[in-house]
């Protein structure tokens, strides 16, 4: 859990992806990450987080349903959402917060 607590409280804001391998909704999303990412460059840091293969941080982060993605600025969360999300609708949230 610290190195989560590292990873979150980096200079510029952080979106953490949850997903799953088998879920077709993570499927779909990552090419949308990907989007995102490289729209972003060094204005965001995306972490990808496999829940299957997390369930300690899944769990105390209370990740029911997948693809989950939070938006953390200064190591508090800003922003989340399950499900699916376009990749301009996911820009636009990330410069505004």
Do not use: C
């Not at 729209?39 to 982060?61: W, Y």
């Not at 508090?76 to 376009?86: F, S």
Request: glycine share 4%.
């Amino acid at each position: 859990m610290s190195k989560f607590g590292e990873l979150i409280s980096a200079n510029v804001p952080v979106l953490i992806y949850f997903y799953a391998q088998w879920n077709e909704s993570s499927k779909s999303m990552q090419p949308v990450i990907h989007d995102v990412a490289a729209a972003m460059g060094d204005q965001l840091r995306v972490i990808k987080i496999d829940v299957e293969k997390n369930k300690d941080l899944s769990d105390a982060l209370r990740i029911k349903n997948v693809p989950t993605m939070m938006i953390y600025r200064n190591g508090a969360m800003v922003w989340r959402q399950t499900g699916t999300i376009e990749a301009n609708a996911l820009i636009t949230i990330s410069k505004a917060l």
